[in-house]
């Protein structure tokens, strides 16, 4: 096994705690669930824009709740998540564990419901390692989870494999199985048009390592839900480098277009990638890098506009990358990686410019600590309801690091976008 950067980097941001304050510069923002967001992106803000400003409404706590089986058990972090509808129910994947990082004890429970208020327990999945990822996927009159299992040491990043469990009836689901490669993370699945979609990466051990292989995005599809074979036929592998978590959505012309988070070495620098591909060509992603990093990306189109949910750091500019491009590789990582940790953070909504292949911010989401992994679904026409986990809003602003150490909930919020 590859040395791990994170004890180094545990090390460096442990004694940074002695010296530096475990709140936001913006001390207001503490106690105040729905405070306006600092606006530290005005060189890319859509203040001016003429399309009007969603609305995001305040945050109905899901995870734990009064409306959950009261048998349910869970732990204190409750993060990793996925929704959608099936059967005229919601059912919500999440991730429970003692905090954000690898456990021996993290479940992954399955829930539904019909008001998204009372939830029945649909299925728990435990092995015994670390378990997160769940992606939930309706197609075809079917529904199914998928999940990533990896190690059990809080200070590495292990991943084994995929599996997938088929939903048969209420409560009642295949055993899991593993699928498609191991060490493969699932990122994002969904179906567009009628089509099912899988970005999944392999190789992520290296975004903490210190000799670090190569990781690749695949970009693949399926017949019946359980063999993934690439969109492209003979090419599955769509960005090679240092890429991880990626979605896509496509454009009327059936052009795609890509976000994909960056923060291993790689040619075109630490941050995020935007891309482009076009539709007579969906394998050949154009890609340009953008400073900041989205982390835990999602992407979908209301209109003719393109929006990512994801994460947001708190700071003048909020880049990851500093810019220290005359360092060696290894280094500037670690100092990225240690300004990131000791950073608040936000889970947000941006706009993606698909012609400029640039990124704007528009609002927060309530969230603040360990935040950000967001499941949207449709509520009527122009309206969603988003999923995401936070830090407890109650609590202090918590610098990302601490908050990853502490207890975690799952809210919704609704979205609505005025015409």
Known sequence: MKPSMWIVCCAMASALFLILPACSDNETETECDDCPPVDDDDNNDDDDDATPAPIIGP??????????????????????????????????????APSHFAAETAEIHVV????????????????????????????DGGLFLYFAFLGTNPINFEPGGMMVAEYLGPGDWTEPAEFYGQGFIPWRTKTIDGVPYMLTYVGGESVYSIDPEPIDVHFLTTADGYTWVP?????????????????????????????????????????????????????????????????????????????????????ADGNYNLGYDTLPDLLQYLIYELDYWIAPKRTSLWRVNPETLTVSFVDDFPSRGDTSFAGIIGEGEHAYEVYNYTSPLQEPDYVWLMGQLGKTVIVRVTLTFPQ
């Open 59 to 96: 945050p109905t706590r899901v995870v734990p709740s009064s409306g959950l089986p009261p048998d349910l058990a869970l732990q204190d972090a409750n993060n990793n998540l996925d929704v959608t509808r099936h059967d005229d129910r919601v059912f919500l994947a999440f991730r429970t």
């Open 112 to 139: 539904s419901s019909l008001d998204q208020v009372h939830w029945d327990h649909e299925m728990s999945f435990h092995l015994g390692r670390d378990l997160r990822e769940p992606r939930l996927l309706s197609w």
């Open 231 to 315: 969109v492209v036929p003979g090419q599955p592998v769509v960005i090679e480098g240092g890429c991880t978590e990626t979605d896509v959505v496509f454009l009327d012309n059936g052009d795609l277009v890509a976000v994909s988070r960056c923060e291993a070495r790689d040619t075109l620098g630490f941050g995020m990638r935007i891309c482009r591909a076009p539709a007579e060509d969906l394998g050949r992603w154009e890609c340009v890098m953008d400073p900041k990093k989205y982390d835990s990306p999602l992407l979908f189109r209301e209109g003719d506009d393109i929006y990512l949910i994801g994460r947001r750091n708190l700071t």
